[in-house]
């Protein structure tokens, strides 16, 4: 089955620099790539995704780059903000469609 | 966007009772719903598949006898957690797909349950 491994574990930013995090996954079928944002206690809310026939996708501040080649996509988060800080999940479909999780980066902008 | 709703938020119950949760597309319908369970400091972990009309198809380890769920309508799926015992206090969260939406692929989530067995 699909496999996502995300890194890094934890990330400490100053406010204004960039963020970046890294997913792998191991089926070469999966097609839909989604990051979703998690503050403590709420619901995951979808912020960007991606879909496999797109090698790169904006929006604002926010961004994302597919690797289908190396089976790799990244999230970039640019001039980070103190409300960024959460915990940010990147995910990807097996082959049955289910969405498979990565583990997690905590972010914390400081001020 | 698409909303979903889960009740209740929060629920405490002692061991050995069942606890029903619900999930809800408010604003359009779903013939895939999905039940997650977070643990603290973890990832979501998918328990099972919720389709409307048929049985629900669950992952490896999650034991369906306990973990019932029922999908009766394209807006409502239930997730029963039955003779709850201490070590089932999570954080339960649905998410449903839009069944006539563009994108099929996405998710939208549900604000989740707190479960305390205590």
């Known amino acids: 089955g699909e496999n996502v491994e995300q890194h890094p574990s934890t990330l400490s930013v100053q406010e204004g620099d960039s963020a970046v995090i890294k997913c792998t996954y191991s089926d070469s079928a999966s097609n839909y790539f989604p990051w979703y944002k998690q503050e403590l206690g709420k619901r995951p809310q979808l912020i960007i995704d991606?879909?496999?026939?797109?090698g790169e996708k904006k929006d604002q501040r926010i961004a994302v780059t597919l690797n289908k080649t190396a089976k790799h996509f990244s999230l970039h988060i640019t001039e980070t903000q103190p409300e960024d800080s959460a915990v940010y999940f990147c995910?990807?479909?097996?082959?049955?469609?289910?969405?498979?999780f990565g583990a997690g980066t905590q972010v914390v902008v400081t001020p | 966007g698409a909303v979903v709703s889960q009740h209740p938020s929060r629920v405490i119950c002692k061991s050995g009772t069942s606890v029903k949760i619900e999930c809800r597309s408010l604003?359009?319908?779903?013939?895939?719903m999905f039940w997650y369970r977070q643990f603290p400091k973890q990832s979501l972990m998918l328990m099972a598949t919720?389709?409307?009309?048929?049985?629900?198809?669950?992952e490896q380890g999650v034991e369906k006898d306990k973990f019932l769920i029922n999908h009766a309508s394209l807006t409502l799926s239930t997730l029963t957690v039955t003779s709850a015992h201490p070590e089932d206090s999570s954080f339960y969260i649905c998410?449903?797909?839009?069944?006539?939406?563009?994108?099929?692929?996405?998710?939208?989530f549900g604000p989740g349950t707190r479960l305390t067995v205590l």
């Open positions: 995910a990807a479909t097996d082959s049955w469609g289910k969405l498979q």
């Open positions: 604003d359009f319908q779903a013939t895939t």
């Open positions: 991606i879909r496999s026939n797109v």
């Open positions: 998410s449903a797909r839009d069944s006539a939406g563009g994108s099929t692929d996405t998710q939208y």
């Open positions: 919720s389709n409307e009309g048929s049985k629900a198809t669950y």
